[in-house]
């Protein structure tokens, strides 16, 4: 992955992880370096605040159900079992991959957490109203097109009251970040290679004005938050 490159239009390469033939202990070992680089690129936090505020839009029940789609080992839901705490809110997640490498990462991680259940499925094949909100943090940057606008699709009708988005700012500083931060504090090439192309597969706002146009949702809002992400709500109608 090349330290210079265009950053106007969004990259369109697949990243390693989508090659669903590979896998295996190098993918279970990306998935707890990602963990390193969602702590210092404080990843939880766009995923916390769009949930309080589709929590609060809804009248802030006493009970919330979450799935979060393309999880991964699911880390970045820490923080929200952190917040149901000291909320009091009746909170379980469901965390979802298509791959058993993050399904097995995830069981590990959440071993002691009976609030949090690991399922491996795909997103298109999830029941209507699955759960109160689904959250795809990191995940829909993988789509492009058409396809985008089906994956987003799917999550919204998998979900009672709507959908939060955690993606990436296309942006020259994160870029730059990432892409030195990934070579010193791994040899991973799951982690090399998928962590600076994530963030030329990332958005800017124009994107998400699209997207939101394509969806024909008016109720899709999106924020700017560190480090260089973007917290997206679609609120169903």
């Known amino acids: 992955m090349s330290f210079f490159r265009t950053?106007?239009?969004?990259?369109?390469?697949?990243?390693?992880?989508?090659?669903?033939?590979?896998?295996?202990?190098?993918?279970?070992?990306?998935?707890?370096?990602l963990r390193r680089l969602n702590r210092i690129f404080a990843a939880p936090g766009p995923?916390?605040?769009?949930?309080?505020?589709?929590?609060?839009?809804?009248?802030?029940?006493?009970?919330?159900?979450?799935?979060?789609?393309?999880?991964?080992s699911g880390d970045?839901?820490?923080?929200?079992?952190?917040?149901?705490?000291?909320?009091?809110?009746e909170l379980s997640i469901t965390l979802v991959d298509l791959?058993?490498?993050?399904?097995?990462?995830?069981?590990?991680?959440?071993?002691?957490?009976?609030?949090?259940?690991?399922r491996r499925a795909d997103v298109k094949e999830l029941p209507?109203?699955?759960?109160?909100?689904?959250?795809?943090?990191q995940f829909i940057h993988h789509f492009q097109g058409q396809q985008l606008m089906e994956i987003v699709t799917h999550m919204l009708r998998a979900s009672v009251h709507g959908v939060v988005i955690n993606d990436i700012h296309r942006h020259p500083v994160p870029?730059?970040?990432?892409?030195?931060?990934?070579?010193?504090?791994?040899?991973?090439?799951?982690?090399?290679h998928d962590g600076p192309l994530s963030v030329a597969k990332g958005f800017k706002g124009r994107d998400w004005r699209e997207l939101k146009k394509q969806l024909n949702h008016a109720t899709l809002t999106y924020r700017w938050k560190p480090l260089f992400r973007y917290s997206v709500v679609i609120q169903k109608r």
């Open 7 to 33: 950053l106007s239009i969004r990259a369109q390469e697949d990243e390693l992880m989508d090659d669903f033939s590979m896998g295996g202990e190098e993918l279970s070992e990306a998935l707890r370096h």
């Open 47 to 72: 995923t916390l605040d769009g949930v309080v505020k589709l929590w609060k839009s809804i009248g802030c029940p006493d009970s919330l159900s979450i799935m979060d789609v393309g999880a991964g």
């Open 76 to 89: 970045v839901n820490r923080k929200l079992l952190q917040w149901s705490d000291q909320m009091g809110v």
């Open 99 to 118: 791959t058993e490498e993050a399904c097995d990462e995830a069981r590990r991680l959440f071993r002691h957490e009976p609030r949090v259940q690991v």
């Open 128 to 137: 209507d109203a699955s759960a109160d909100i689904v959250t795809g943090s």
């Open 175 to 192: 870029y730059a970040a990432v892409w030195i931060i990934t070579r010193l504090i791994s040899r991973n090439r799951y982690i090399r």
